[in-house]
């Protein structure tokens, strides 16, 4: 069955960085479209960014545009997300999910931008 572990969250100040991992299992990661998206407090899922099979195309949410970056290592099954200048607005929970209705979602990685 699909199984994605996030990981690499943590506390930062903000204008920091980070980089989140998810460890994809269960299905043909080359072959799937992948996705990032957050859920800050008492909020619903917020879509962040996407990347295609082949990782030829990225797409990012207004939000965070010129500052996250996501990319795939398909050798390795894992997918990434570079966080740059960090706002205290991206704290959220983060998850990856391999779905465009996140569906398949794993337990997510706590991103935490605070002085």
């Known amino acids: 069955q699909v199984q994605l572990v996030e990981s690499g969250g943590g506390l930062v100040q903000p204008g920091g960085s980070l980089r989140l991992s998810c460890a994809a299992s269960?299905?043909?990661?080359?072959?799937?479209?992948m996705y990032w998206v957050r859920q800050a407090p008492g909020r619903g899922l917020e879509w962040v960014s996407s990347i295609n099979n082949g990782g030829s195309v990225t797409s990012y949410s207004v939000s965070v545009k010129g500052r996250f970056t996501i990319t795939r290592d398909d050798a390795k099954n894992t997918l990434y997300l570079q966080m740059n200048s960090l706002k205290s607005e991206d704290t959220a929970v983060y998850y990856c999910?391999?779905?465009?209705?996140?569906?398949?979602r794993g337990q997510g990685t706590q991103v935490t931008v605070s002085s």
């Open positions: 999910a391999n779905d465009p209705e996140y569906k398949s």
């Open positions: 269960g299905f043909t990661f080359r072959s799937y479209w």
